[in-house]
């Protein structure tokens, strides 16, 4: 999904019951972009709707959105791919008969 603008969202002490402080829930869907909804299951297996700022689900507290990583693989130091998803570097190497990678981490 091209609107999503962070994977995952952490919920703040003084949250609701059914969300759980510190817990890192991952972002299922969007429902709006402009103001910016997403969609996260929470610990009752329902599916809640919530805003990053002032949200009534952390009784008016923010969301705390980990940073992303961004995973860099060169491949026999020729070949260069980037992306967000460690999964999609490792999917990359397998269709490769690499002898020498390097893969760099960025927060």
């Known amino acids: 999904m091209n609107s ?11 949250c609701c019951v ?3 402080p510190g817990r890192k ?9 402009e103001p910016y909804i997403f969609i996260i299951i929470d610990d009752e297996g329902d599916k809640i709707y919530a805003v990053t700022n002032n949200c009534e689900h952390l009784s008016g507290k923010d969301w705390i ?9 060169t491949i026999n130091g020729t070949e260069t791919f980037e992306s967000d998803s460690f999964d999609d570097i490792i999917n ?7 002898k020498d990678i390097n893969v760099i981490i960025e927060s």
């Open 4 to 14: 999503k603008k962070f994977k995952y969202v952490i919920a703040p002490e003084g």
């Open 25 to 33: 829930y991952p972002v299922v869907g969007t429902y709006s972009d």
């Open 18 to 20: 059914y969300l759980t």
């Open 65 to 73: 959105i980990p940073p992303a990583h961004k995973y860099t693989l």
């Open 92 to 98: 990359k190497v397998d269709t490769y008969n690499a």
